[in-house]
C-alpha cells in the first residue's frame, strides 16, 4: 500500500516517482502552510482561487468524507497519529519546517 498513490501518478504521467513524490510533499506542505497562515476564509476565499476546479471539488467532497467517517475528531488528534506512526526522526523536520511560519492570530 505505502506509495501506491505516488505510484499511480508516476505512471500516468510518465515520470520519476520519487520527482512526484516531492511534489507531493510540497503541495501538501504548502497547502498546510496556507492553511495555517490564514486569517480569513481559506477554503472559500483562498484555496477556490488556487486549485483548478475539478481539484477543488475532489478535495472539498474529501473533508466531507472526513466529518463523515471521523466525527468525533477534535483539534490534538493529528498529534495521536503523528506519535503512534511515525518516529521522532521522521516527525522533527516537519516541525521543524513550521518554525518559519506566521503564526495565526488565533494562536498568539
Known sequence: MKNEIVLEIANKFNKDPEEVQQIVTEFIKLLHKDFYECEDDFIGANLFYQLQ????????????????????????????????????EDWEPYEKSMDTWQRPSWEE
Open 53 to 88: 476546479r475539478e481539484a477543488y471539488f475532489h478535495f472539498m467532497d474529501l473533508l466531507e468524507l472526513f466529518v463523515r467517517d471521523y466525527d468525533n475528531w477534535e483539534f490534538g488528534h493529528a498529534g495521536v497519529y503523528t506519535g503512534r506512526l511515525g518516529s521522532r
